[in-house]
């Protein structure tokens, strides 16, 4: 166990349609981060989040959206789904310091089908 | 980050040691070596970080030659439980955190 958690665990919506994933670090950490896991992107590098203020972009697509909130657990806004977007999210967090960025603990994941 | 290259696949059996190595020719002068462990549909996990020569943990070692080039991740007496991909990543993060940029990663396939 990570400490850090993630729900839903699956979630199956149609297209179109918009949900919110959500997520809360271990305590302590003051960075959330989000990946996206398909069979053919692999795992892809979405937003970090430091203390409330985004830090670093990846490949997050108009339609996503993400926030941390003052107790520091984040939520990932997915909107106008395409069948495309079905994958595993997944959460992590890291501690402060120079190593810390490497040291990411990931959450169990979020499974979106989107039919 | 230093973009890696890594074997796909690997095959190994129960109880023998298992080198996974990463050839990483770009690295830069401040970037780090970090290994992370996948099983399938299940976040990723830190295994160790290294710098240069050789690094140490209750899970595994990391062998990094003086040129820092490549990378060895050794997997002492695997067993079944060990059977994941392996991800090699290297580049510099700051104090506050940033993005890790994941390759396709070693599938280690461990037979009994």
């Known amino acids: 166990d990570s400490g850090v958690t993630q729900t839903p665990k699956h979630l199956i919506t149609a297209t179109g349609q918009r949900v919110t994933l959500r997520c809360s670090p271990r305590?302590?950490?003051?960075?959330v981060y989000w990946y996206q896991q398909s069979l053919d992107q692999g795992l892809q590098f979405l937003i970090q989040y430091y203390n409330g203020e985004e830090r670093a972009k990846g490949n997050i697509l108009e339609r996503f959206s993400a926030q941390q909130f003052p107790d520091l657990h984040s939520e990932l806004n997915l909107s106008s789904l395409e069948l495309g977007d079905s994958a595993l999210y997944f959460c992590a967090s890291s501690p402060l310091g120079l190593a810390g960025g490497w040291t990411q603990y990931f959450g169990p994941g979020t499974r979106l089908l989107v039919l | 980050l230093a973009k890696t290259t890594q074997p796909i696949s690997m095959d190994s059996y129960e109880g023998q040691e298992v080198n996974i190595t990463c050839s990483h020719n770009n690295i830069a002068t401040n970037d780090y070596i970090t290994w992370y462990q996948q099983f399938p549909s299940q976040g990723p996990r830190f295994i160790i970080q290294?710098?240069?020569t050789k690094v140490t943990n209750e899970v595994a070692s990391l062998f990094i030659p003086a040129d820092r080039k490549s990378s060895t991740l050794s997997l002492p007496r695997v067993s079944l439980s060990d059977t994941a991909v392996y991800y090699c990543?290297?580049?510099?993060?700051?104090?506050?955190?940033?993005?890790?940029?994941f390759g396709q990663g070693t599938e280690l396939s461990v037979k009994p």
């Open positions: 290294g710098y240069k």
């Open positions: 990543l290297v580049g510099a993060l700051y104090n506050q955190g940033g993005k890790l940029i």
């Open positions: 305590s302590g950490d003051l960075s």
